[in-house]
């Protein structure tokens, strides 16, 4: 006897399994908002504070700077607020403070250089970048378009990467493009397309390289046919960095790669030979090349200058200026890093913060930086498009690389590389290619925590998978 069905074609009796409620994640604009306010305070104090150390009063400018620091942050949270609800409300907050930090150090260091304030240019390359920022946010409404482009940011990357090649070298390195008094890096906008095209074809050809090919212990070795066209870029990369002699920028490009590649394929060996390949790379580089060699010298033997009665060179003038900071520091605006020299506005600016704001506030800065790259990172992970995460991922990495390379050169652990320290330094491109990658970040993140989490599949269903572009 056939058992009685309900309108529906089930067997009567048996219901239907229950629906798990999407879970509504919190937007958090509210808290974004209020540490952006936040954010500008500190800002605004910290700019106060070097006017009455210098100057005993205010800066004249004090309002404009902190009215103008103000209406971009405010700008950036509309856009986010009605493009990028969902978007983690920490990364927004975080450029603001670091960026309104650098302002803060670069026009303390002006003060001590009057004929050569670059306070005001950064100023307007901040709002160029949150400018771009904005822009980013409001008509780049899915991340994963960018990866229908992976070739023609290669291509676009080395180009940027080549043209300093044909300009002056400006300190030991071609990394410069100077036309007239305009100037910009082509390297720091190369980063952000190689990370698309890396991401792009990780992404596409994971399995491959995971699984297939030759094991050599326990290193799964691809296939030469699918590893072959992701070398080959990432070797002309490097190669042309190492003709302009823009070791920094080598080696980020190389953690880069290496990072991706341990993303992409989960195995730890990838690391192991990176590091191993990137101290063979270095020590070559460094026997054969004389600006390189220099540097290196000044790591191993920083105080050599000073025994021989020639002074301080600029590594031990910043060993010096960390030195005097202390644990608390000697205060906004009363030290002494401007005897660095020519690069105490770009290389050495962490100098400027380890002198005058302690060992305290230098923890408070890379703080900043950690948990900017722990919201990357985490953003990345709750993705289910693997471009979307290995982009993500990428671009944290590229911070956290910038912010060790740099640190760990100015502070004697490794030897110098010539970076800018994402925000706080001095120079546009570098200011106006972090913005970019926050405006990403922003993006990435919205996804990750607006698409709700799949219902839970009854027996036999198959879990339905996030849709293409």
């Known amino acids: 006897m056939t058992g009685s069905t309900g309108a ?47 100057n005993g009063s205010v800066p004249p400018g004090a ?11 405010l700008l950036a949270h509309v856009a ?44 307007v390359w901040s709002t160029l970048g949150v400018g771009l920022f904005i822009a980013f946010v409001l008509f780049l409404r899915d991340h994963r378009v960018l990866q229908r482009y ?7 990357a080395l180009v940027l990467m080549i ?8 300190n030991g390195a071609r990394i410069w493009i100077r036309i007239g008094g305009f100037s910009i890096q082509p390297g720091e906008f190369a980063k952000i397309l190689l990370a698309v095209f890396f991401a792009s074809y ?31 870029i990432w070797l002309l990369s490097v190669g042309v960095l190492v003709l302009e002699t823009d070791l920094g920028t080598s080696l980020l490009f190389f953690g ?46 920083p105080f ?72 990357g990172y985490r953003a990345g992970l709750a993705l289910r498009d693997p471009f979307g995460r290995l982009l993500s991922i990428g671009l944290a990495s590229i911070v956290a690389l910038q912010v060790f390379v740099i640190a760990g050169g100015v502070m004697g652990l490794i030897p110098l590389t010539g970076m800018a320290m994402p925000f706080l330094a001095q120079g546009g491109s570098s200011l106006v290619t972090n913005w970019v990658i926050v405006a990403i970040l922003v993006r990435v993140s919205d996804r990750a925590r607006g698409t709700p989490p799949p219902e839970t599949p009854a027996a036999g269903q198959a879990v339905p998978q996030e849709a293409a572009p």
Not at 63 to 73: H, K, N, S
Not at 150 to 156: E, I, K, Q, R
Not at 279 to 292: D, L, M, Q
């Open 256 to 301: 880069l790669f290496v990072v991706m590649l341990y993303v992409a394929t989960g195995r730890g060996s990838w690391i192991a030979i990176g590091l191993l390949l990137a101290a063979a790379g270095a020590f070559v580089v460094a026997s054969f090349e004389p600006h390189v060699h220099g540097r290196v010298q000044d790591w191993l033997h």
């Open 80 to 123: 986010v607020r009605f493009r990028a609800p969902y978007a983690d409300p920490l990364l927004l907050p975080i450029a603001v403070l670091l960026n309104g930090l650098g302002l803060v150090l670069i026009y303390r260091l002006d003060l001590s250089t009057p004929s050569d304030e670059a306070a005001p240019t950064q100023l």
């Open 202 to 232: 990780l992404a596409a050809n994971a399995n491959a390289l995971k699984y297939t090919g030759k094991k050599l212990w326990k290193l799964q070795l691809p296939t030469m046919r699918v590893f072959a066209p992701i070398l080959a």
């Open 8 to 54: 529906a074609g089930k067997p009567a009796g048996v219901s239907a399994p229950p629906s798990v409620p999407a879970v509504r994640v919190p937007r958090r604009r509210g808290t974004e908002l209020a540490l952006i306010l936040l954010a500008v305070l500190l800002s605004v104090y910290g700019y106060c504070d070097v006017g009455l150390a210098k």
């Open 150 to 156: 992976a070739y023609l940011s290669v291509v676009a």
């Open 304 to 375: 050599a200058s000073v025994e021989a009665g020639d002074g301080a060179n600029q590594l031990a003038q910043s060993l010096f200026a960390f030195a005097a900071g202390g644990m608390l520091g000697a205060g906004l605006g009363l030290g002494h890093s401007v005897l660095i020299g020519f690069a105490a506005k770009s290389d050495f600016v962490l100098a400027t913060a380890g002198e005058e704001l302690g060992l305290v506030g230098l923890t408070a800065i890379f703080l900043l930086y950690a948990l900017f790259v722990e919201r």
């Open 163 to 170: 043209l300093p090649i044909f300009f002056p070298a400006v």
């Open 63 to 73: 309002a404009g700077y902190g009215a103008g620091l103000g209406v971009l942050a």
